[in-house]
């Protein structure tokens, strides 16, 4: 029996790596690929760039969603922080660090 010891959200792209031979699994394989947006390298550094803003409203399973949704706009944006209010500058500062990506 497997016993869960910790949970972490983890972005898709970490998924992708952590998932190993998906070949073996297409179904598994068509989503990751159809969802995914950025590659590991880029959804950790967006990740690293959300973190650095030192927002205590910008929890890590927020972040995730950011990384894997790339929201364009504020509607958008405010979608992945449903249970939070941000004000208006940190919403514009959010979408400046993922509009890049």
Not at 20 to 34: I, V
Not at 55 to 65: A, F, G, L, M, Q
Not at 75 to 82: A, H, M, P, R
Request: aromatic letters at 4%; a negative charge; proline letters at 3%.
């Amino acid at each position: 029996m497997t016993h869960i010891l910790s949970m972490k959200p983890i972005h898709l792209a970490d998924v992708q790596e952590l998932a190993g031979d998906l070949e073996s699994r297409p179904e598994f394989r068509d989503y990751l690929k159809h969802f995914s947006k950025l590659d590991k390298k880029q959804a950790d550094e967006l990740s690293e760039k959300l973190r650095a803003m030192n927002n205590i409203k910008i929890r890590e399973d927020s972040i995730v969603k950011v990384v894997d949704l790339l929201p364009r706009d504020s509607e958008s944006l405010s979608k992945v922080f449903n249970d939070v209010s941000l004000d208006e500058k940190e919403i514009n500062e959010i979408l400046e660090v993922v509009k890049d990506y």
